[in-house]
């Protein structure tokens, strides 16, 4: 049975830092660890990489051939690894016996709370490889100044928690530079805790473009949401929230 994280957010919510510093960190504890980019636009990894998308197909010769955008060039991405799963199985297999695995994915977030491709291809790997992923949503913490965007990261945090049908944990990336973004409404905890949604209602009607939604906004949410820091990692710790695991990486 091999564990392994398979690590999705937003483009710029630092997945790639994210998997840089984690396989630092299991690396570090003596843990074997293998990062496995699935992002076909990502061509500057700082990572070591054991298996690289791009060895099969690359994002430019997508847009180049097909006369797609990035967009669509990345769900073409997606359906041709699904249809050549047997590539990506035949690069884990010599990676089965005792490595932890780091999935790190496109930023595109349609799919994974809309398209199918990527949650067929962690499901077909689950499968026949026995694999138990867990799925890292990063949330970029500047998100929290802003009391619309915030609500709509949780929306999109747990339509995702739904469609992959994974385990599920929210972290909040780039917590070191959110003094950076200005004074919270709330401290950090009402954030990473999501408490009682409802004491936002007054910021979400300062702004025009939220305040229409803002009676639509419900008391209690299904999303709890970690921090990580990528300056120091001492210390990982995992606790229990109310129904979900939220995991703080406390790298202070």
């Known amino acids: 049975m091999v564990f392994g994280q398979v690590v ?3 483009p710029g919510s630092g997945k790639t830092t994210y998997c840089n510093g984690m396989s630092q960190f299991l690396k570090l504890i003596g843990r074997k660890v293998a990062v496995i980019n699935l992002d076909p636009a990502n061509d500057a990894l700082p990572y070591e990489c054991a298996v690289n998308i791009e060895d099969l197909i690359k994002l430019s010769d997508v847009m180049l ?10 769900v073409y991405c997606m359906d041709y690894l699904e249809k050549n799963i047997d590539w990506l199985e035949s690069k884990l297999e010599p990676l ?7 999935f790190d994915f496109p930023g595109q977030v349609e ?6 491709n990527a949650k067929k291809v962690i499901s077909k790997l689950i499968k026949k490889m026995n694999l138990r992923l867990t799925a890292v949503h990063l949330v970029d913490a500047h998100l929290c100044s802003d009391p619309g965007k915030y609500v709509s990261a949780l929306l999109l945090s747990l339509s995702t928690m739904l469609h992959l049908e994974l385990p599920h944990i929210n972290v909040l990336s780039k917590i070191d530079l959110i003094e950076s973004y200005g004074k919270l409404a709330f ?7 999501v408490q009682d949604l409802s004491y936002l209602q007054y910021h979400l009607d300062q702004d025009p473009r939220s305040a229409k939604y803002s009676r639509y906004i419900p ?29 703080k990486l406390l790298f202070y």
């Open 8 to 10: 999705i957010g937003p």
């Open 65 to 74: 051939e097909h006369s797609l955008g990035p967009n669509g060039g990345l």
């Open 96 to 102: 089965l016996k005792d490595h932890y695995l780091l």
């Open 111 to 116: 799919l994974f709370f809309l398209h199918s």
């Open 187 to 193: 401290n950090l905890d009402f954030y990473t805790d």
């Open 219 to 247: 008391d209690k949410s299904l999303v709890d949401i970690g921090m990580a820091n990528k300056l120091k990692m001492e210390s990982l710790m995992c606790t229990k929230g109310t129904g979900l695991l939220s995991c």
